[in-house]
């Protein structure tokens, strides 16, 4: 299951990252990322903060958009084109339909607050246009009953708990069924005893065929679920591969000093 | 689970020994006799203003109800109305305009609504509107035309600047700009986080904007946005010095006109003011209930 850099050939449906680069001003945080990530596999990203995995992540969906190098999702490029003889932004309707293709879970959950759960989960739905309103509440509905919130449907976020909300974000991101789903930290903003229900969800959507990109600090997590596990410090890949190797072998001494620090 | 000689401690503890009688007294709130002084005080005072005021005969309470529902009073209160409302549906539109110039990334877009801003949030209204009723000295003619080309349209602005339209166009452009900063507060206020999830879910920025951003904003902007009405309303009374006669300036001619009466004028005057401010409150009150929906539950 796990890639290295290079089966290029066969794994064209994946993710796939060449010469990643970003500043920030003047401040580089992406020197020149390398990835293949293939499809269906579950990939967690870690590494110290200021590393870089959050805007590698971002740079998937373009949320991030790329200095240099490029992004493609099965195939196809992410946020840019081929022009000319180099990458042109595409317009922001086409990023939106990309957008539409890849789920995206944010740390601090960003739940729309004014709108009822359902409400939340439905509005991929009706701002696509994919579904009426009848068909988007029914999908919302039975995607609340599959991450184990169908009870709380007409509440609105702010009466949930953390976990419960990021539960539902979980399921907002899963309304357009997206081949490719990211997590952004989907478990740091929440207190101790509420990790376990959503790091549960995410075990279950690993099992369902998707695509999982998920930065995390859990490296139980990791160590369970990911089928690769890359390690980012200083805006480079330092360490990939599969978790045993990785977590329990690591060959590199900033990641036996990184994985120190977090157990 | 191993139950040998320790005594009945490891039972359920009783809240305190019963050798401690301390402990089991109830606490008595602290008694407040300053609190009971000031009450007193102050209901004297009220009762006693309340009495002065309901029981001078200087109001004349029949010539009170008399001018309160007079003919040209009420005309003079429709002026009032339909200029505010008019100034407030244009203010509000180029407010929000101006608001989303203001946050644009477009440099010129930015210091054009900048410039306006600060131009007609400086201005005294009373000369704003006393230099529109005279724009024809500036502008003589106004029309659409090809730019460096023939004219299309055009009209005398003399005879468009009748004292309602320069008395809507001077209460629209000030308030524009008051307007354009409270709404660009509120839009702030909006959490980024707000904007990136509904970026990564690819909503439209229009979408985004009606529902997302803006039912946000405006939990925020809605009190400091009613002040702003209601500061319109007593704003519009400039417009007499427009030869408009609005609700303040039927006031005005009627105390000058009928001295023995002037208490009664002034205080229906005062009254009508009053009573549409109060409209506007009840109106922010469920304004506010309906965009705090989501926001005052706690689990």
């Given at each position: 299951?796990?890639?290295?850099?290079?089966?290029?050939?066969?794994?064209?449906?994946?993710?796939?990252?060449?010469?990643?680069?970003?500043?920030?001003?003047?401040?580089?945080?992406?020197?020149?990322?390398?990835?293949?990530?293939?499809?269906?596999?579950?990939?967690?990203?870690?590494?110290?903060?200021?590393?870089?995995?959050?805007?590698?992540?971002?740079?998937?969906?373009?949320?991030?958009?790329?200095?240099?190098?490029?992004?493609?999702?099965?195939?196809?490029?992410?946020?840019?084109?081929?022009?000319?003889?180099?990458?042109?932004?595409?317009?922001?309707?086409?990023?939106?339909?990309?957008?539409?293709?890849?789920?995206?879970?944010?740390?601090?959950?960003?739940?729309?607050?004014?709108?009822?759960?359902?409400?939340?989960?439905?509005?991929?739905?009706?701002?696509?246009?994919?579904?009426?309103?009848?068909?988007?509440?029914?999908?919302?509905?039975?995607?609340?009953?599959?991450?184990?919130?169908?009870?709380?449907?007409?509440?609105?976020?702010?009466?949930?708990?953390?976990?419960?909300?990021?539960?539902?974000?979980?399921?907002?991101?899963?309304?357009?069924?997206?081949?490719?789903?990211?997590?952004?930290?989907?478990?740091?903003?929440?207190?101790p005893e509420l990790v376990g229900e959503v790091l549960a969800v995410i075990k279950e959507l690993a099992r369902s065929g998707r695509t999982l990109v998920v930065v995390s600090h859990e490296i139980g997590f990791a160590r369970d679920v990911a089928d690769h596990v890359v390690f980012i410090d200083g805006g480079v890949v330092v360490e990939q591969g599969p978790p045993a190797q990785v977590l329990d072998h690591p060959q590199n001494a900033r990641t036996r000093e990184f994985l120190g620090k977090v157990r | 689970m191993t139950t040998t000689a320790t005594p009945a401690t490891t039972e359920?503890?009783?809240?305190?020994?019963?050798?401690?009688?301390?402990?089991?007294?109830?606490?008595?709130?602290?008694?407040?006799?300053?609190?009971?002084?000031?009450?007193?005080?102050?209901?004297?005072?009220?009762?006693?203003?309340?009495?002065?005021?309901?029981?001078?005969?200087?109001?004349?309470?029949?010539?009170?109800?008399?001018?309160?529902?007079?003919?040209?009073?009420?005309?003079?209160?429709?002026?009032?109305?339909?200029?505010?409302?008019?100034?407030?549906?244009?203010?509000?539109?180029?407010?929000?305009?101006?608001?989303?110039?203001?946050?644009?990334?477009?440099?010129?877009?930015?210091?054009?609504?900048?410039?306006?801003?600060?131009?007609?949030?400086?201005?005294?209204?009373?000369?704003?509107?006393?230099?529109?009723?005279?724009?024809?000295?500036?502008?003589?003619?106004?029309?659409?035309?090809?730019?460096?080309?023939?004219?299309?349209?055009?009209?005398?602005?003399?005879?468009?600047?009748?004292?309602?339209?320069?008395?809507?166009?001077?209460?629209?452009?000030?308030?524009?700009?008051?307007?354009?900063?409270?709404?660009?507060?509120?839009?702030?206020?909006?959490?980024?986080?707000?904007?990136?999830?509904?970026?990564?879910?690819?909503?439209?920025?229009?979408?985004?904007?009606?529902?997302?951003?803006?039912?946000?904003?405006?939990?925020?902007?809605?009190?400091?946005?009613?002040?702003?009405?209601?500061?319109?309303?007593?704003?519009?009374?400039?417009?007499?010095?427009?030869?408009?006669?609005?609700?303040?300036?039927?006031?005005?001619?009627?105390?000058?006109?009928?001295?023995?009466?002037?208490?009664?004028?002034?205080?229906?005057?005062?009254?009508?003011?009053?009573?549409?401010?109060?409209?506007?409150?009840?109106?922010?009150?469920?304004?506010?209930?309906?965009?705090?929906?989501?926001?005052?539950?706690?689990?």
């Amino acid at each position: 299951m796990t890639t290295t850099e290079k089966t290029t050939e066969k794994i064209t449906e994946g993710v796939r990252v060449r010469n990643a680069h970003k500043a920030f001003g003047p401040h580089p945080v992406l020197k020149g990322i390398d990835l293949d990530l293939a499809p269906g596999t579950v990939t967690v990203v870690i590494g110290p903060s200021g590393s870089g995995k959050s805007t590698l992540l971002r740079t998937l969906n373009h949320l991030e958009t790329l200095d240099l190098g490029y992004v493609s999702v099965a195939g196809e490029l992410i946020g840019v084109r081929e022009h000319d003889g180099r990458l042109h932004e595409l317009s922001p309707r086409q990023v939106r339909r990309q957008r539409a293709r890849i789920g995206f879970v944010a740390q601090s959950f960003n739940l729309f607050p004014h709108l009822t759960v359902a409400a939340n989960v439905a509005e991929p739905l009706l701002a696509h246009k994919v579904a009426g309103w009848d068909a988007a509440y029914t999908k919302a509905y039975d995607l609340l009953d599959r991450v184990g919130l169908k009870h709380r449907c007409t509440d609105y976020p702010r009466q949930l708990s953390g976990g419960q909300q990021q539960r539902v974000a979980i399921a907002r991101a899963l309304a357009l069924e997206p081949d490719l789903l990211l997590f952004d930290e989907p478990t740091s903003a929440l207190d101790p005893e509420l990790v376990g229900e959503v790091l549960a969800v995410i075990k279950e959507l690993a099992r369902s065929g998707r695509t999982l990109v998920v930065v995390s600090h859990e490296i139980g997590f990791a160590r369970d679920v990911a089928d690769h596990v890359v390690f980012i410090d200083g805006g480079v890949v330092v360490e990939q591969g599969p978790p045993a190797q990785v977590l329990d072998h690591p060959q590199n001494a900033r990641t036996r000093e990184f994985l120190g620090k977090v157990r | 689970m191993t139950t040998t000689a320790t005594p009945a401690t490891t039972e359920a503890d009783p809240p305190a020994p019963p050798e401690d009688p301390l402990a089991t007294r109830r606490v008595a709130p602290r008694r407040r006799y300053g609190r009971w002084v000031v009450t007193a005080i102050v209901l004297a005072l009220t009762v006693e203003a309340v009495r002065a005021l309901a029981a001078n005969p200087a109001y004349q309470w029949d010539r009170i109800s008399y001018y309160f529902t007079l003919d040209v009073v009420l005309d003079a209160l429709l002026v009032t109305l339909e200029v505010t409302a008019v100034s407030a549906v244009v203010g509000f539109v180029g407010g929000v305009i101006l608001a989303l110039g203001r946050l644009s990334g477009n440099p010129l877009v930015n210091a054009l609504s900048w410039f306006y801003i600060w131009f007609f949030r400086s201005l005294p209204l009373v000369v704003l509107l006393i230099i529109i009723f005279n724009a024809s000295l500036f502008f003589p003619r106004i029309g659409i035309n090809i730019p460096f080309g023939p004219s299309l349209v055009s009209y005398d602005v003399d005879g468009l600047l009748v004292p309602f339209v320069a008395a809507v166009v001077g209460l629209s452009l000030n308030e524009a700009a008051f307007a354009a900063e409270i709404i660009r507060g509120g839009l702030l206020s909006v959490d980024h986080g707000q904007i990136e999830a509904a970026n990564a879910l690819g909503l439209s920025p229009w979408r985004r904007l009606r529902q997302v951003v803006l039912p946000q904003a405006l939990r925020s902007i809605v009190p400091g946005y009613v002040n702003q009405l209601i500061g319109l309303v007593k704003a519009s009374s400039l417009v007499y010095y427009v030869s408009l006669v609005d609700l303040f300036g039927i006031v005005y001619q009627l105390e000058s006109t009928h001295v023995s009466d002037k208490v009664a004028i002034l205080l229906v005057g005062t009254a009508w003011y009053l009573l549409l401010a109060a409209v506007l409150s009840v109106l922010q009150h469920y304004v506010e209930r309906h965009y705090s929906r989501g926001w005052e539950v706690r689990r």
